[in-house]
């Protein structure tokens, strides 16, 4: 078996590379003559994604769209996913897969691609972000929908009502008789102790808190972006105006995070007017409307060399 | 490396080359997993050093596809190190492979998955061969199964008459459509690809030429009339095989095919939106233990 060339000029081969002791599993797209010198990591993976294809082939088709502009692309499975080996562990906001996105990265070092964007959605967008201080060369990052907080996949409603409820919604939902019937049920008995619990903890941090409504938003995403920012290196945000985590967004706009914002200027761009829902790609057309957005925004923030 | 998340500040990492290649070799096993573009059809060959055994596998479509897709990889590994070779495919239009998405149709399905039997059999020589196919691709495996002399055919949830593919989408869709903020309910699947050629499900582009292909299609008919080692595995029916799929077995059964009927404990969501189920260990869930163990276990018998 060997690589393919398609109608466009394109051509791809998978690759294996090794990644913490695990061998990871890539497929590189790239022009068929010269290249402009540029790369582009595709990373997938999430609550909604597990498969470096991405829904409908998104991943492929934005490969192939910027292989035929001249670029070159790794799209890649995180370990225990898709056709990569290991096993997957836990999804933590604060433990992105940053090792297997510097490991793709290391990839394009060795196809002699030094100038690098990394695109990633959701907990990917956070493993781009947390990856991109430590890989040499990038150019630019670009996230969907990016989760601001640092919590864990089981905690992540917790934590959001523990901010969006007062005490009294708690105590309200409580004492129905739907909940009250639902503790006899292990797994409702396990989230209404979380839902308390992170309550409580919220409450308990208030008073040692400078800025208390805003301890949930994540360092992790914070310390990267201002690294970015630091560096000179553009950064592109995207949400659709329905996206739940756009909420989380604008109200983390209100600390540090609004600070860097501005402090970033025109660096890190926010568009978060696509129609609709981007979060998962649940729509060919939100598919496509970030397709375009991302192809475009690329051309235009990161400069090409001569084709080589 | 460096182990941090990115908070610490002018880093690089990694000065050492490392090895890129078109396979990797299990330490623990010996099985070599080859990938590569067959022409235009990617494919991932899982090859243990003397295969005594050739199985092919026919994945689902669509959101279906994402679902089953690490659940195939561990069981071509698993058949890999019990001595079979395995190839897994992506139809032409498809994941990696090459081709226009609108030109996929259960025909070119099932060339691909023939082009996949004869390419593993030349490869690995003149083996038992066994064809494996999930909901949809168990309409092409029956299919590809019915042109090799004597292979072995696996049906995971596979769908009795093809026309149920698409009902059971527009019902996924439907369902999507009740918790969507608008609550506005999708258009009906059949005119929708009528006006416009193709359709959104779920972020998924399903085309006519697909539709059109599986209206008519039917399992019993694809199987053929020579009997064969046949495996129908259910999920979600601990007491037994139901519906046309129980129908389907005693059918088979009447006209000479051994039939496995092997139904698991724990149902599939197939089409639905996938929530946070995707992004879990495949091999904790207990369905995926189950359909790899009973598939093992047959396979072994061939």
Redesign the interface.
Known sequence: ????L??TGVR???????S?GN?L?G?ITEPEGPGNGVGVLLIQ???????S?H???LA?RLARNLAADGYTCLRFDYH????S?G???A?HL???F??DA??A???M??LGIDDLVLLGAC?SARTA????????GVRAVIMATPPVGGYG?EDAMAERLSREWSWSDYVRRAVRLETLANLARPSHRQAYTRFARFKLRGAARRPMSGDPTLRWVS??LL??LE?MV?RGIPVLVVYGD?DPLLGEWERAKAGRLGTILKRGGDLVEVVDDLPGVVH????????NRFLSLAVEWIRAKVPVAERR | ??????????????TT????????R?PTTGVT????????R????HLPTRPHRAVVLCSPL??EM?RN??RE?LLSRRLAAEGSAVERFHYRG???S?GG?DRLALETMIEDGIAAVRHLQGRVGEVPVAVLGTRVGGLVAAAVAAEVEAAGLALWQPLVKGSAYMREAERAAMA?AITN?SGERPPPLREVLVTEGSA?V????VYAALAASLEEAQLAKLIGEQPRPVLLAQAGGPDGLRGELARLADELATVGFAVTARPTGDAEVWWA????D?????DDKPLTVELLRVTADWVETL
């Open positions: 078996m060997s690589e393919t398609l109608s791809e081969r998978p690759a294996f590379f090794p913490d061998t599993f497929v993976g999430g609550d909604t994604v597990n498969v294809l829904r409908n082939r492929v225990g996913l898709g056709e080996s096993d997957l562990g999804l604060h433990n992105p940053t090792e510097e490991a990265a290391e990839v070092h060795q907990f972000l947390s990856a991109a201080p430590s890989i040499r996949r360092p992790k310390a990267p690294t630091e329905e998962g790609f649940l729509g060919v057309d939100i598919q | 490396m460096d182990q941090g998340e990115g908070a610490r500040r002018g880093t690089t990492v990694r080359a490392v090895a890129i290649r078109p396979w990797r299990d997993e080859e990938a590569g573009f067959d022409d235009s990617f494919a991932v060959l669509h959101a994402q897709y690490r990889v498809t994941g990696n090459a998405p999507r903020t959104d779920l972020g998924e582009r939106n996938p929530g946070g995707l992004f879990r260990e495949e």
